[in-house]
DNA sequence: CCAATCAGGACCGACCCGGTCCAGTTAACG
DNA sequence: CGTTAACTGGACCGGGTCGGTCCTGATTGG
């Protein structure tokens, strides 16, 4: 059913939680206020850092920081940093070798004008689009949204 | 990275060779000009039919046709019969009755936009788009496209 | 020098998917 | 009317992927 991994979900989570502030943010903190479990937000955020999504400091006092603002973030790089480049790939078997090589496999012409579609769809929706629908309708105010939609995903015990 | 089921492509592959012919066919005939296993087009065949995109004929003789012609199948309606209803969903948990009767998951509502992009393109795309880009362009002819394209998932040994 | 933090792995259990198979039902044909 | 060919609708199983955790380094500020 076109399976989104969690871990796509929680990193939306986090880019929007680090848009909060300019300032580097920990890790634990993140998970903190996001009620989502620490070591999955580290991995979380070492894979949008690889994808070039964030910046990290190490060291003390270091952490993580948005790269851009939420509006250029079209949804299709997240889920690139998180879940590989966007395709519809039917080509699981580990013959991906052969795949490469003969460049006429049919399953993947097959399905380019549809991966091309998806991916177009994916680019024209950004991360501060998503911040919006986030917000339940009622508790939507004409002010600047604040950090209430960022610790959403659980009650946070 | 939003996998595709290979039984979807099956399905495609069977969709398209249905429209050779108003005739019905069966599926044991599907599997061997196909190359896919006769027991895997029977699951697809069965699966299509329960979502009402071709129509069986049991008993001796019997067989399945298509129902509407292949520029009149949107590939989202394929992935909807075999995988579901298209949506990224993240909310995998057996919770799901809960998932539903709190209409405001924070999931859900974040990845909507995306949801509704993502069907907008899947609906624009129909089965006699991806049949034309099926063959690559060497071996595409202005006449009218035949079968040769259908047995093309395994080199049928 | 110590503590805090990121980096980059390995690792494991649970779940889903692909693929197969079997008993039952329907319908044509001789 | 029986036989045969075909769909129906489940159950079933093995493998692969994913979510989630943990551990050992490397780096930097105090």
Redesign the interface.
Known sequence: ????S?L??YA?VVLVRLADTERVQTSPGIAATTGIPEPTVAKVLKTLAAGGLVASQRGARGGYRLLRPLGAIP?ADV?AAI????????C?DGSLTECESQG?C??R??????ND??Y???S??TLA??QE????RAFRVPGRPAAA?AA??LPAE
Chains 1, 2 share one sequence.
């Open positions: 059913m076109l399976r989104l969690k796509t979900d939306v949804v889920i879940d590989g480049p966007i395709a519809l790939a039917a699981v006429l049919p399953v012409g097959r399905w380019d004008p549809v579609a998806i177009r769809a994916l024209s929706i689009d998503m629908a986030a917000i339940p939609h959403n995903v």
